[in-house]
């Protein structure tokens, strides 16, 4: 039990120890709060790169920006790291900045209730906690989805979806089967083509590819990188530079776009085979569904073993897919590489707010946020990477890094007035109104595509905001925006 010893203590809870919940209990330690824990529901530390072990598993981001920005790695060996690479750098780094003491795993937030002074967090177990302040760092793309297709149930080989690849399964000398292309199944199918007696690719939408180099860093360059402050920066603000024209090529910057277009259309009518190119050519703008970045596709999906399967899936059979056309393609083993439920955010956790409004009344329309950090009605009860939060168009850690620094603004106030505070609902409606605004006119929701990006009206879920103009958004808070009050002493 979070013990709760007032103003001069207050208690945290964080909900996740993804890279989100690791950074915030960082933060919170190097702020002075040492009253807090993370509930994590897995038996690991690390979301998504503790779920997603699939063969090719890696970050398509430089791994030098996806780093925090205070434990810089100069040792990664290549320019995009494995996922494995990834997983280890943010436990040692958890481990060296003291977190790992404050995770209790196996604890799935199942509600979270304010009673009018703090918050009583249950899990599932039926451990209860309670805490001056909550902050759910719990993330977006950790709810597999699995289409319902009939006969799932009596095929007669192994099936899992991509974020619960089963390993011990053999997968080499085996026929796979595929069902998606996201930038998930692109990094499997680049790694496995080749390796095994044929992959079937069962593609319902091609995607747009922008190929990328992966190249190692020679020792030299890393040890220079260790040793040279100058070095290092030149390269990081290279680095930088490369993503901000990314942002800025889904932002709006013309010249932006043009440049990271040509490069797609370039590397798609490099395939030889005018009827394999016929297949993987979308009928969408680049950069309408979130881009691939890889180093490698093409080649991968040109090799004899793979096939592109475009006839619509009609039902799964004992011994493989069978298509509509009424062609039974044979399988050991079928993945699902279907993608998240993005839309659920909190949810299935039930969150009660101030005089029992919960989230699902705030929620009922849109999920409503104050820029995705905090929710109207829920006081003292902050997010980190909520709903609208930026996406495709800067990198995950630069972003949470500055949603952090906004929530260590609110809690230093929270903390130091021993106050309630949570957003005034028009301040929230209006922020949410302008970012849908924006990201309804922005490529995500006019590229004449269907992707986890849009919700049931077809708008973008995400801020469609450079890292730069994020953090200058985000500088200070605007505290006219929130309702504050003192929080009620209990007798
Ligand atoms: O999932 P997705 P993902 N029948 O939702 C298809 C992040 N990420 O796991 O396009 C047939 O993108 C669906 O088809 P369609 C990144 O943010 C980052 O690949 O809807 N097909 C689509 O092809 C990414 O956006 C990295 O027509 C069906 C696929 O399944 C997010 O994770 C690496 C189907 C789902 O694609 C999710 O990517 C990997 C059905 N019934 C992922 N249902 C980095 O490197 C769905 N599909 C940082």
Redesign the pocket.
């Known amino acids: 039990m979070a013990n709760v010893e007032g103003r001069a203590s207050p208690s945290f809870i964080i909900i996740g120890a993804g890279i989100s919940g690791i950074l915030m209990g960082i933060r919170l330690l190097e702020n002075g709060y040492r009253n807090f824990t993370i509930l994590e529901k897995g038996d690991r530390l690390g979301g ?1 790169w503790r779920d ?1 072990t699939y063969p090719g ?5 430089a791994a030098h920006l996806y780093t925090y920005s205070f434990a810089r790695n100069p040792w990664w060996q290549t320019r995009y790291a494995k996922g494995a690479d990834i997983w280890r750098y943010y436990h040692s780094v958890a481990r060296s900045h003291g977190v790992l003491p404050f995770i209790r795993y196996g604890k799935q937030v199942e509600a979270a209730d304010f009673d009018g002074r703090e918050w009583l967090v249950r899990t599932a177990d039926g451990e209860r906690y309670s805490a001056d302040i909550v902050i759910a760092a719990n993330g977006r ?1 950790h709810h597999p ?1 699995i ?1 319902d ?1 009939e006969g799932a149930a009596s095929f007669e080989g192994a099936q899992f979806h ?2 619960r690849w089963d390993h011990n399964v053999a997968v080499k000398g085996k026929r796979i089967g595929l ?9 499997i199918i680049t790694n496995l083509a080749g390796d095994v007696a044929r992959l079937s690719v ?4 091609p ?1 747009w590819v922008f190929p990328v180099k992966n190249s190692n860093t020679p020792w030299w360059r890393r040890l220079a990188f260790l040793l040279s402050g100058k070095h290092w920066t030149h390269y990081y603000l290279q680095l930088r530079g490369e993503t901000e024209a990314r942002g800025k090529a889904t932002t709006g910057s013309t010249e932006a776009r043009h440049l990271r277009d040509q490069v797609c259309h370039d590397a798609l009518a490099a395939i030889g085979d005018p009827a394999l190119r016929a297949k993987l050519t979308p009928d969408y703008e680049v950069g309408c ?2 881009l691939v ?1 890889s180093d490698g596709f093409y080649e991968a999906i040109q090799k004899p073993s793979v096939d592109v399967v475009t006839t ?2 009609s039902h799964i059979a004992p011994a493989g897919i069978v298509t509509e056309d009424g062609m039974l393609h044979e399988l050991d083993v079928l993945v ?5 439920d ?1 839309h659920a955010y909190l949810r299935p956790m039930q969150v009660t707010g101030e005089n029992g409004m919960t989230l699902e009344t705030v929620w009922r329309d849109l999920p409503l946020t104050y820029h995705s950090m905090a929710i109207p009605h829920m006081p003292n009860f902050l997010l980190i990477n909520g709903p609208y939060s930026p ?2 168009s800067a990198s ?1 850690v630069g972003i949470v890094e500055t949603q952090v620094e906004y929530l260590l603004q609110l809690i230093k106030r929270i903390v130091q007035r021993d106050v309630l505070i949570a957003p005034r609902e028009d301040a929230a409606r209006n922020w949410l109104e302008d970012v849908r605004t924006q990201a309804r006119n922005s490529v995500w929701g006019t590229g004449g ?4 990006y849009l919700d049931k009206d077809g708008v973008p879920t995400l801020n469609p905001i450079t890292l730069s103009d994020l953090q200058a958004q985000l500088a200070v808070p605007d505290f006219n925006d929130f309702d504050e009050r003192p929080r009620a002493v209990t007798v």
């Open positions: 998504t997603n598993v890696a970050c398509d981001v793309l989805v289409p297709i991509t974020a069902i998606g292309t996201g930038s998930t199944a692109t990094q069962f593609q319902r939408t995607q569904k979130r970045f619509r899936i699902f590489a279907t993608g998240f993005a996406g495709g995950v595509c269907q992707s986890w």
